[in-house]
């Protein structure tokens, strides 16, 4: 038995270590922004590579999602008489939870593992020693510009991903479910309110936080060799994720608690 608390207990205080180190690694990113030098080629390069390239994967994961929201949300409104409410949950279940969601996942499933690998390898081969023996902060030179640029660029993928998912579900709608095109896109903007919208895009901003920071976490905290790298990719990966979906919970409730 005490066997048995003792590994409960070196379980929590590892996992509340990590959180304190995860904060205190969040923190200091956030207090480089206001110091200078900045680097903008690497805001720049980062921008491309997590907003742009980001696009392709999140506009089709949000369509076919909301072709597919339109029809489970038919095949259950039919059995009450209610099919007319497609439209307006389509649109409000993109916007305010799988829009933001969705798109927040598949940026870490792409973003947070390539910043791992690439911090990591720099970590391994030693790059990293030598930005320090050139007076370069690792931090203000690869965690910040990736940081920031992803948390400006998420909420830009979110609007795109909550505008190609409700186009998504008024394609489904129209051309298999009957709806009128007109009827259909004039109910999805009555049911709309501005802060349906805002809230997904403070969420896809904290999202992006999430992702660049546990992708350079885990990068910086690479172990050495190919194994290092591997692990602190997955781990990236899971643990972005994990928070994405921790982090909906307690926006949401603050968002939309009564």
């Known amino acids: 038995?005490?066997?048995?608390?003792?590994?409960?207990?070196?379980?929590?205080?590892?996992?509340?270590?990590?959180?304190?180190?995860?904060?205190?690694?969040?923190?200091?990113?956030?207090?480089?922004?206001?110091r200078p030098p900045f680097y903008w080629r690497e805001f720049w390069q980062a921008l491309i590579q997590i907003g742009w390239l980001s696009l392709p994967v999140?506009?089709?994961?949000?369509?076919?999602?909301?072709?597919?929201?339109?029809?489970?949300?038919?095949?259950?409104?039919?059995?009450?008489?209610a099919e007319a409410v497609v439209p307006s949950i389509v649109a409000i279940g993109m916007v305010r939870e799988l829009g933001p969601v969705l798109g927040g996942l598949m940026v870490a499933a792409r973003v947070a593992?390539?910043?791992?690998?690439?911090i990591g390898t720099m970590?391994?081969?030693?790059?990293?020693?030598?930005?320090?023996?050139?007076?370069?902060?690792?931090?203000?030179?690869?965690?910040?510009?990736?940081?920031?640029?992803?948390?400006l660029a998420v909420p830009?993928?979110?609007?795109?991903?909550?505008?190609?998912?409700?186009?998504?579900?008024?394609?489904?709608?129209?051309?298999?479910?009957?709806?009128?095109g007109a009827v259909y896109l004039k109910n999805t903007v009555d049911f709309l309110e501005q802060w349906d919208v805002v809230s997904g895009l403070f969420k896809g901003a904290a999202f992006g936080f999430i992702?660049?920071?546990?992708?350079?976490?885990?990068?910086?905290?690479?172990?050495?060799?190919?194994?290092?790298?591997?692990?602190?990719?997955?781990?990236?990966?899971?643990?972005?994720s994990v928070l994405i979906f921790a982090a909906n919970y307690i926006l949401t409730e603050l968002f939309f608690a009564a």
């Open 156 to 180: 830009v993928l979110v609007a795109v991903g909550d505008s190609v998912g409700i186009f998504g579900g008024y394609l489904v709608g129209v051309n298999r479910l009957g709806f009128n």
């Open 211 to 240: 992702v660049a920071t546990m992708g350079c976490y885990h990068g910086m905290n690479s172990g050495r060799g190919a194994q290092g790298v591997g692990r602190a990719t997955k781990s990236a990966v899971v643990s972005a």
């Open 113 to 118: 593992s390539s910043i791992a690998a690439e």
């Open 1 to 34: 038995m005490t066997r048995f608390l003792a590994s409960v207990g070196r379980t929590v205080l590892s996992a509340l270590a990590m959180v304190g180190s995860v904060a205190l690694f969040a923190l200091e990113t956030v207090s480089h922004l206001l």
């Open 58 to 81: 999140v506009g089709l994961t949000a369509f076919f999602t909301g072709g597919a929201l339109a029809l489970q949300i038919f095949a259950g409104g039919s059995r009450y008489g």
């Open 123 to 151: 970590k391994v081969t030693e790059q990293i020693d030598a930005l320090v023996t050139l007076s370069t902060n690792p931090m203000k030179y690869l965690t910040l510009p990736r940081v920031l640029a992803a948390t």
